[in-house]
């Protein structure tokens, strides 16, 4: 046996090494016996944190190699970065061959962004199947950006024809296929000895997916890993880097996935819940590979997750497109999924959350990763052909776990009393009676084994058992020397900046009314008047003397705001955004959008039977009260607060009051805009009084002219519609944006992102960066009901229609068109900035057909017109006017009415997105795309034009 004896360590080994052969027990007993610390509870004493790393020995065995019944170990320094020592040659270029194949070579140095995956290209108008192994990491961007399920296909149609392939090249392949048996999961260990990737050979997805995980920044991990999540694919947990033998937990990826589920007490009545998965502690059952086993685990785990009504493929396995094809960097990788109940008994198969690990290669060469999973999980389960000396040498240096074990055996012809021999050692040593071992063989039944599998799971749930969140898993990965994505110091600065800020946040409201003071009474107030001023513009002009009357109000308002300071809360956001460290101002508003939602207060949650649809399920009138609802705490009052004392500040700048000299505030717009230009969305409308804050908005526009310079022509594309039709979800799939979703945190004003336009698309386009606009919901109905709501939503509809070039209308129903669209489309017809229109239709009652049926188009249509003739009596405009309805503006022959199916195949939370939903989108958007191409969406605006019609609008 082969140790190295560098440093103490080396020694400690050493002796081990002697005492094994003296006293004939197994070398990683000894060895921990040796370091202080054996699985009899006895514990070393407490080691400094600069030697964390090196607590556990075992945590970097090597299973090197075997030969016959002798087996050969190597122990690292317990660090992850002594991972490298002895790898062969060639694995220590696995890596560079890839990303080199897969053209990102570069991206090493220079990651990938979030802006990079959002730009706007020629390819972005094309649904084509990629035609060279440097395609494959854009195409499976834009496909997860589209939430497509096939997102993870790495099919390529290449350029070179099969007939022009040298014959040579063609008789090595024809061998390749005979060498290598698609029906076994050969080791990582063989893998390494396969010929390098080469520019026809087809890519692993596993591989793709580390590949383009280890070339993207902490943010587009993060964007990659939470559309995984809404396609219900298995999420990466350990990635693993052969070439810089660097294994990483990805906390930071996880943290952005938020679900909902049923949560059922033993007694009471059950609700929905909804929380981060990071945090949520469940049971985790591990299911894991020792050497060869004839079964396949993501098929299994695949039949264990699904409820039988189908079988989505979270886990890729075998049985896929290229899923034989040998992994070269994605063996080591460890993937997690959850089982979420619904409340439907016919549906889930488990009553509580659950995860399930899957570690893709042999446990013997991924010892780290083995142990980290017996750690956290509730059981483990192996599957293997056959067990020998070898391997049972390997799991004896389990004894003492506190886990569960599990073995499904497909044992060679003679090779099974072999086994029983080695499983009754192991039985005392692992705590296991002969319920722990399952046979499956290619006569088995699948299905019964299936049930067996899930009645063990939950037995093994219902008793008391380890439960751990994916924070907890970080923590133990760091006790084994994995390094963690969320340690880096940028992120750690800015998570203890957050917590400061939230920390005093005891009571949202309280908060709020304290804290962010200037959103009180003077700034509802000063909305109110500079509502009235706007409306005077509007009815032509007033007595000059109720004019300088309402500008002495709005002045005082401001004075009264500028005399307040910000509170120390508000201090600490500026400090954060205005880090010179451009990673840790990104960091530091993620940490805020999480903190905030975790002290907001509850608020009241839906009914079990529309919580989780786009609208109720009988598509009824929405409840008005929730547009009222208290808003919840968000990142946005923290700007909100900035622009209000902008706004005062310019108010009296203005007005004389204030030499420009003495602004304390003067760059806020500068701050807002670096966060628009890195992907956060800016409210553009107030969302408490659905009020624009002129100076503010005027100050974010001039800056961003100052930015883009050159390339500062716009097209903007907006979004109105009932609320629950799905706005927002329906821009983030389209663009990869991030404006929020869902009842309890949707926009309620209207909020603007940026996306950038290649430049050698900029031309043909006609534009160099695309403003989308997303807006709350609008109430729908007979126009009297909604009282002032409706003058303030009318208001908002007529900017956001005004500063538009293309106009979403997003409609549940054709009964739900709102009036204040409507009332906004009379309004513009004076200015003639009228947009072009799409609607987006979906008709939720039977979300199988096709398509909206002629009747419903012309209902559509019909209605627009009765409501559209009804608003115009309001506005005394008179019988002859223009309507929404006219070929002019709406051509259903012409694509301005489409047809979205429903977002879901099947019942949430388990469901994955409906591959419809997914292909109506990107046809929406190629349609979108090639309108403004052709010059049919109006002209592009200036950012000055845009400035000069928010003025007027």
Known sequence: MAVRTEGPRGRDRLAACTLALVTDLPLVEVELLVKGRSDLGEVAPEIKASERQTAVAIADLEWREMEGDDCEFHYGDGTNEAQDSDFPTVERSRLQEMLLLLGLE?????????QDSQQISSDSMKNWAPQGPKDLPWSFLRKLQALNAEARNTTMVLDMPPD??????????????????????????????????????????????????????SFLQQEIVLKMSLCQFALPLILPDVENHYHTFLLWALRGIVRTWWSQPPRGVGSFREDSMVLSCVPAFAFVRMEVSSNSKSQLLNAVLSPGHWQPDCFWHRDLNLGTNPREIADGLVEISWFLPSGREDWDIFPEPTAFLNLRGDIGSHWLQFKLLTEISSAVFILTDNISKKEYKLLYSMKGSATKYYFILSPYRGKRNANLRFLNKLIPVLKMDHSHVLVKVSSTD???????????????????????SVE??????????????????????????????????????????DELRLQGDPCRKAAQVEKELCQGQWAGDPPEKHRAELRHRLLELRMQQHGHDPAWGVQEFIAGISSPSLGEKLYFLRWMEWGLARVAQPRPRQPPDTVLTLRPKHCGAPDLSELF??????????????????????????????PAGHRRFAHFPGLALDLLLKGLPLELIDGSTLSTPLHWVTGLLKELHIRLERRSRLVVLSVLGMPGTGKSTLLNTMFGLRFATGRSCGPRGAFMQLITVAESFSQDLGCDHILVI?????????????GERFELEASLAALIMG???????????????????????????????????????????????PGPKPRDRKQLLDQTSDVSRAVAQMEKQGEHIRVLADPA????????????PGLWHGVPPMAPVSSGYSEAIFELKRCLLENIRNGLSNQNKSIQQLIELVRRL
């Open 106 to 114: 570069t991206c090493q140095a220079q990651k990938l962004s979030l």
């Open 164 to 217: 022009a392939r040298p014959a040579e090249k063609e008789n090595q392949m024809e061998e390749e296929i005979i060498y290598w048996n698609t029906a076994d999961d050969l080791s990582a260990d063989i893998y390494s000895f396969s010929e390098p990737p080469s520019p026809d050979s087809p890519v692993n997805p596993l591989d793709l997916l580390c590949a383009l995980l280890l070339s993207s920044d």
């Open 774 to 786: 997303d807006s709350g919901g609008l109430i729908g109905g007979a126009l009297t009901t909604a």
């Open 446 to 468: 699948s299905a019964n084994f299936v049930r067996r599998v899930r009645a063990i799971v939950a037995h093994v749930a219902r008793s008391p058992c380890r439960r751990v």
């Open 889 to 900: 503006f709406c051509d259903p022959e012409k694509q301005h009415i489409w047809y979205i």
């Open 803 to 849: 500063l538009s070039n293309v106009t979403v209308v997003s409609l549940a129903e054709t009964k739900d068109i709102p009036p204040a669209i409507l009332h906004a489309f009379l309004k513009l017809e004076k200015t003639g900035h009228m947009p072009s229109y799409q609607f987006v239709y979906q008709n939720l009652h039977d979300v199988s057909d």
């Open 472 to 513: 907890d898993m970080a923590h133990a990965a760091r006790r084994l020397g994995l390094k963690v994505d969320e340690d880096c110091e940028e992120c750690q600065r800015a998570k203890d900046r957050m917590e400061r800020i939230t920390r005093k946040v005891r009571d949202s409201d309280a908060y709020r009314r």
């Open 629 to 658: 609802w208290p808003e919840p705490l968000g990142v946005e009052h923290f700007l909100r607060e900035m622009g209000q004392f902008y706004e005062a500040e310019s108010c009296l700048v203005e007005a004389g009051r204030l």
